[in-house]
């Protein structure tokens, strides 16, 4: 009797050694593992103290990640804000969108588009803010603030859903509205109104959907606050310092919404130029 | 030992129930289970008897689908493309563009934007062609076409990458050309050469980043084909019916790749209005 207990406890130990793949299913090494162990180490049954030696050497090491941006551009901002959320560490590099270095030649051979951000994560390269954010908040997925849900198809599907509709109904007139009457004025040039007009209505189409929404839901895709609303905090930022404000102002829920998004620590960080200039940085 | 063999085999069977939660981990349940079972099953080492039930039933069952749309809708075309790729069966429901049904309260009532694609999976409803895609492509993940790699993080970033460049680089001008060149003769109207004129440099920069890149790879993201090159098809299909088509032609890695993707079953289905109004129609 004495050895079936033995072989048996044997066959269990092969049989966890077996079936505990950790990462592998996603083509994850040990250095992408999340570091808030103690949240993610709970949700894993199989060999928690082997989760929390790997959790603990991933939240002591440098993550390696480069960005080159600029700490006054909205994609740049974008990305900033979902490694702060994160508590990522990274080493910015920065291209002066001043002097139009994101058109030189030592900027196009990092991205032939010559638009910044980049991430470079070792060998990989990524351009658009909204994709690195996206990698980012899969990869770092249990880590800190959860900016997408990976657990459920649906709710997966609703938070896509409203990230495109932020690409594609929100960003469009709210990047010519912050063009004209923030960057423009930042820069001394005056807005043309005519395009102002054409354009705030269309804003405001978005923005009535918006608030529907938000009557019934803390959040665009959800209760919680996820990659969704994070996307728009560049042009809202913006446009809360010109008059196009009451557009979101004069609709209770948007304002309740924008007051919270906008008030996040990990978002007055991304605006705040110090922190940027104050990290390491590298010539490139 | 006769016990003791039945105890390892008692013990092996035990840890095989437990550890096999199939796609319970997604939060998925077994009517989301792949159809292309030969494929699916095996790649699944365990019970590999009940994934082809699993399958089998998938397969033989009504997806319950509903897709708003129009059959001559570019992104509605988007959506059917991933249906055909992944072989899923779906309503058809007409939403007429010409007489502008998409803007008149019944369908507000179902999109409050007032756009078309809208897909209905029982009670989650999806808008933006790009998330709906993504969602049958994460849904049904394992089913004929391989859509998106959820294998590999940084394989998962690149496809989310050239993704959001075809929205936000390739899309604008292509949109802006296929509504001059081939939208607007459709419907008597006069393209707007100005218009047009001030376009085609702003995508002829965009191929020309696309040409460099397809010289070295089959499709934009990998040498597979992925929903990153899928995304484009809608514009390019309107665009080789224009004298735009020289742009994609006069780029040889870039025409073979249009090649390539429009030449897929799929989204030759895709373009078949036949095939939407053959389908069992709904009214709504």
């Known amino acids: 009797m004495g050895s079936s207990i033995l072989l048996v406890s044997f066959a269990l130990v092969v049989m966890i050694l077996i079936s505990y793949e950790p990462y592998s ?41 480069k960005l080159y941006g600029y700490p006054y551009s909205a994609n740049t901002r974008r990305v900033l804000a979902v490694l702060y959320e994160k508590g990522l560490s990274f080493d910015p590099i920065t291209v002066d969108l001043r002097s139009g270095e ?29 994709a690195i954010s996206q990698y980012l908040a899969t990869v770092h997925r249990s880590t800190c603030t959860q900016l997408l849900n990976h657990k459920s198809y649906k709710k997966m599907g609703t938070e896509t859903m409203w990230m495109y509709i932020e690409s ?40 009535d959907i918006y608030e529907e929404r938000l009557k019934n839901s803390s959040f ?22 010109t008059p196009a404000k009451r557009l979101f102002e004069n609709r209770p829920s948007v304002h309740r919404w924008v007051a919270a998004i906008t008030a996040r620590p990990a978002w007055k960080k991304a605006c705040d130029v110090k922190a940027w200039y104050g990290k390491k940085m590298n010539g490139y």
């Open 168 to 207: 594609f109904e929100f960003d469009p007139p709210a990047s010519i509205l912050t063009q004209e009457l923030a960057i423009k004025p930042l820069v001394g040039q005056k807005p043309d109104y005519k395009v102002v007009n054409e354009t705030k209505p269309l804003l405001e189409k978005v923005l």
């Open 102 to 130: 994101q058109k030189k030649p030592r900027f196009l051979a990092i991205n032939p588009f010559g638009l910044i951000p980049v991430l470079v994560d070792r060998d990989l390269k990524l351009f658009e803010s909204r």
């Open 220 to 241: 665009l895709a959800s209760n919680n606050f996820t990659l969704a609303d994070l996307f728009h905090l560049p042009n809202i930022q913006y446009l809360m310092g």
């Open 25 to 65: 299913w996603m083509g994850v090494n040990a250095s992408d593992v999340p570091t808030s162990c103690d949240h993610y180490c709970n949700q894993t049954f199989e060999s928690r103290h082997q989760c929390y030696k790997w959790c603990e050497e991933s939240a002591h090491k440098d993550h390696g990640y």
